[in-house]
């Protein structure tokens, strides 16, 4: 499993999880990148957070964290069809999968070295699509 974000100027960071993802986990990784990720895209300091509202993502300790360190966007629980990191990584999957990595690590690799490019230009095309709703 792969923890990814980004924003309208491109992506943040994409780190690699071991095992079996759990809401422990989610606050560490959220320590670790959300606060690099912000300062590679140089958001500054008025950016609202947006996530997929899975259940790890909304457990009482992962909410707790978020309400004391960032602003996060009301938003309807798991609507893919809304989503834009969703839609991403539907897309990144795709192209990824041509790609057949057998492993975690290999696709850590493919999605490092492909992702940013592609990220950039499915960022774009949301983000027009987003302004011309």
């Given at each position: 499993?792969?923890?990814?974000?980004?924003a309208a100027g491109g992506t943040g960071a994409l780190h690699k999880?071991?095992?079996?993802?759990?809401?422990?986990?989610?606050?560490?990784?959220?320590?670790?990148?959300?606060?690099?990720?912000?300062?590679?895209?140089?958001?500054?300091?008025?950016?609202?957070?947006?996530?997929?509202?899975?259940?790890?993502?909304?457990?009482k300790v992962v909410a707790k964290w978020l309400k004391d360190k960032?602003?996060?966007?009301?938003?309807?629980?798991?609507?893919?069809?809304?989503?834009?990191?969703?839609?991403?990584?539907?897309?990144?999957?795709?192209?990824?999968?041509?790609?057949?990595?057998?492993?975690?690590?290999?696709?850590?690799?493919c999605v490092r070295r492909n992702g940013p490019k592609f990220t950039?230009?499915?960022?774009?095309?949301?983000?027009?699509?987003?302004?011309?709703?």
């Open positions: 499993m792969l923890w990814g974000c980004f999880i071991d095992g079996i993802m759990r809401m422990e986990n989610d606050v560490d990784i959220l320590k670790q990148h959300l606060k690099t990720s912000v300062r590679k895209l140089k958001l500054g300091r008025k950016w609202v957070f947006q996530m997929n509202n899975d259940p790890k993502h909304t457990s960032v602003k996060v966007l009301e938003w309807p629980s798991q609507s893919p069809d809304l989503n834009p990191i969703e839609i991403l990584w539907s897309e990144l999957k795709k192209r990824v999968r041509a790609r057949r990595p057998t492993n975690l690590t290999q696709l850590h690799h950039q230009c499915i960022v774009g095309s949301l983000w027009k699509a987003t302004l011309n709703v």
